[in-house]
């Protein structure tokens, strides 16, 4: 998602995270059984599907630390600020659910199987942060570079077009309505499907898999005039 690969230093260079287009929320569904948010960004590689031994669990829903908690929230928040939302409330409940389709270590949207959420997923090897996590979501809003081949299809515009409003990681992370925050993330192997694997550098490590639940979900058809300033 930017011009350039993300080589960190001493590794095999690394294409920057892709965005697969997401999903809308049809109108008529109500907040309470509505599809969490179909979004995916994708960073690369491996073979093989295990978690990492877990450390304890924290008190804040997730594994996540209070840094890890507070670097969640900084990478949203400073991003919202820019765009007239408020900042965004760390939920226990929310980076609860997160932590259970983390640790499961399959690169897919939960489906609604946690709630009534929006979701947000990303992966990468290596120093993949959780800044870089969210700033491969946040960097969508001018739709970057893709280093990788997409359908024409892919729905993601060179920008965001309030004229003709596109779903995309970028638009949940700003949407107005959409006040708690809650995350999580496993260190996997092999998360990536077999038709991804062809357009990425293999490159051995874990895998950092990122996931964010977000509450109210955003993305609504028929809403995003009033829910994401540009």
Known sequence: MCGHPWAPRGRVPVP???ALPPSLVPPQWPACASPPL????????LASATALPHKRQEQNGSRASTADVNAYLAGHNTVRA?????????SNTLAAAAQVWADKCVFEHSGGTLGP???NLAAGSGDFSIAAGVKAWTDEATRLQVPLPLPADDGLTEDYNPANPQPSHFTQVVWKATTLLGCAVAACDGIFAPEFIKYLTVVQGKAQFYVCEYQKQGN???????????
């Open 16 to 18: 920057q995270p892709l």
């Open 38 to 45: 179909l979004t995916i960004a994708l960073a690369l590689f």
């Open 82 to 90: 820019k765009h007239g939302a408020v900042p965004l409330v760390w």
């Open 117 to 119: 959420f929006g979701e």
């Open 220 to 230: 609504v058809i028929g809403a995003f005039a009033e829910n994401v300033q540009v």
